[in-house]
């Protein structure tokens, strides 16, 4: 069955460095990710999208790749602050009827 | 413009009852989709209206129901609560059905007792 899966441990990190999640898809090959982040009793929200013929795509510090041959995305957060702590996700799904990782929490320690 | 609504917020309810959500999208998306959060199985997707008609539905059991309205307002329905339906419920809005990102609501939070 297609699965998207995300590493469950938290990360640490500190101020100013870059975290760095993996988001990984098995049994399929979704033509696009989508990346969220949802702070603690939240909705989710909506962060990047990135299709699969896209390698890279940014959005201020964030950056997201997209990996066809490992079946791999990897999310950056550059000089990260405490305000970036939160839980992130990713997606994929067509016609909105998204599959979520079980999502990251990222912690930035100042 | 106004974000996603939900209503309620917070609902307590016993086993056996039912419960009604609400969900506002906002102005001008007519796609509606709802979804369930819980720490064991994260978020997970229950079903999508678009024009008011289900598109999608995911896997979950018929007790979990819903419906659009004219105004692309959607309301989702859960009968025979059990315990294992004490989660977040989640509603995101989408301009059409184009897969594109989705806006979330703050969601309701359901504690079934």
């Known amino acids: 069955s297609q699965k998207i899966e995300q590493n469950s441990e938290a990360l640490n990190i500190q101020e100013g460095k870059t975290a760095t999640l993996t988001c990984n898809y098995t049994?399929?090959?979704?033509?696009?990710l989508q990346w969220y982040r949802q702070d603690p009793g939240r909705g989710p929200v909506f962060l990047l999208l990135?299709?699969?013929?896209?390698k890279e795509k940014r959005k201020e510090r964030l950056k997201v790749t997209f990996d066809t041959t490992l079946k791999q995305s990897l999310f950056h957060i550059t000089a990260s602050q405490p305000a970036d702590s939160a839980t992130y996700l990713c997606?994929?799904?067509?016609?909105?009827?998204?599959?979520f990782g079980k999502g990251n929490q990222v912690v930035v320690i100042p | 413009k106004a974000g996603v609504t939900q209503t309620p917020r917070y609902l307590i309810k016993t086993r056996g009852q039912q419960v009604t959500l609400s969900c506002s999208p906002i102005?001008?998306?007519?796609?509606v989709s709802w979804y369930q959060q819980t720490p064991g199985q994260g978020l997970q997707f229950l079903f999508e209206?678009?024009?008011?008609?289900?598109?999608n539905k995911g896997n979950f059991p018929g007790r979990f129901s819903g419906r659009q309205f004219s105004n692309s307002r959607s309301e989702m329905n859960v009968s025979t609560l059990e315990l294992g339906d004490s989660a977040l419920y989640l509603c995101?809005?989408?301009?059409?059905?184009?897969?594109?990102?989705?806006?979330f609501g703050p969601g309701t939070r359901l504690t079934v007792l």
């Open positions: 997606a994929h799904g067509g016609n909105n009827r998204l599959a």
């Open positions: 209206y678009f024009s008011e008609t289900q598109r």
């Open positions: 049994n399929y090959s979704p033509a696009y």
């Open positions: 102005s001008g998306h007519r796609s």
């Open positions: 990135i299709r699969e013929n896209e």
């Open positions: 995101a809005s989408s301009l059409n059905r184009g897969g594109n990102e989705q806006f």
